[in-house]
Nanobody, 124 residues
Framework: QVQLVESGGRLVQAGGSLRLSCAASGRTFSSYTMGWFRQAPGKEREFVAAINQSGGKTNYVDSVKGRFTISRDNAKNSVYLQMNSLKLEDTAVYYC?????????????????WGQGTQVTVSS
């Protein structure tokens, strides 16, 4: 089992950058594929990005490709989401998620563990 705690969310102006962090408990972090999801008010939770166990493979939703970068540091039990060129539509609660399988997944039901979320608000 793994526990996840996100941080880094805040109010930022459009065009700005933000880095989200997700700290995981436990000594088997490197065995988890990690993902970032987000949920905007009145909308369903959507996939944002995912990274495999070694960090060598990533996947992104089309709307963030070229702007967001997911990375991980297995020595620090952490996964990150670097967000650049932020847009108003990126406003959402961002969630970190983990699944104990090697395949990258893009649907929330495929992830077993979730953090509490961190709020990102992009203003004009």
């Amino acid at each position: 089992q793994v526990q996840l705690v996100e941080s880094g969310g805040r109010l930022v102006q459009a065009g700005g950058s933000l880095r989200l962090s997700c700290a995981a408990s436990g000594r088997t972090f490197s065995s988890y594929t990690m993902g970032w999801f987000r949920q905007a008010p009145g909308k369903e939770r959507e996939f944002v990005a995912a990274i495999n166990q070694s960090g060598g493979k990533t996947n992104y939703v089309d709307s963030v490709k070229g702007r967001f970068t997911i990375s991980r540091d297995n020595a620090k039990n952490s996964v990150y989401l670097q967000m650049n060129s932020l847009k108003l539509e990126d406003t959402a609660v961002y969630y970190c998620a983990a699944r104990p399988y090697p395949r990258i997944a893009t649907t929330d039901k495929e992830y077993d563990y979730w953090g509490q979320g961190t709020q990102v608000t992009v203003s004009s």
